[in-house]
């Protein structure tokens, strides 16, 4: 995937990006690899995607890093950066993948799904 676009929008909102994406696609248009994750209130997105989340994103879409790696250079315990991870799974904006790490078990790491992510907000 190429672009994860995180918006606020509307359930109308939603319907017209169905109806041209639907439109483009009969015309044989090209599609660019783009996700979509809408959240109807601005104020919800920000709880979900909190400065700690995004420097989490931020941190493994520079390179994929371990667990253990992210609570070195964001300064978080293990257990907040586990349940982070978690829910930016859920969402689809990170996935993780599991390796042997000889004499210390197994190691958890953690990249994004997509080089880039745009937030747009819209108030009002």
Known sequence: MS??????????????????????ADQGQSFEETATISFEDPQQM???????????????MREPKTINELCHSLRRHRTAITKDVGLLERMGLLISTRQSNPGHGI??????????????????
Not at 6 to 15: E, K, V, Y
Not at 49 to 60: I, N, P, T
């Open 3 to 24: 672009k994860i676009v995180i918006r606020t929008d509307d359930l109308a909102g939603f319907f017209d990006r169905a109806k041209d994406a639907a439109r483009r």
């Open 46 to 60: 920000f709880n979900v995607l909190s400065d700690a989340r995004r420097r989490l994103m931020a941190e493994v």
């Open 107 to 124: 190691q958890k790491t953690v990249s994004s799904v997509a080089p880039r992510i745009e937030l747009m907000a819209t108030l009002g």
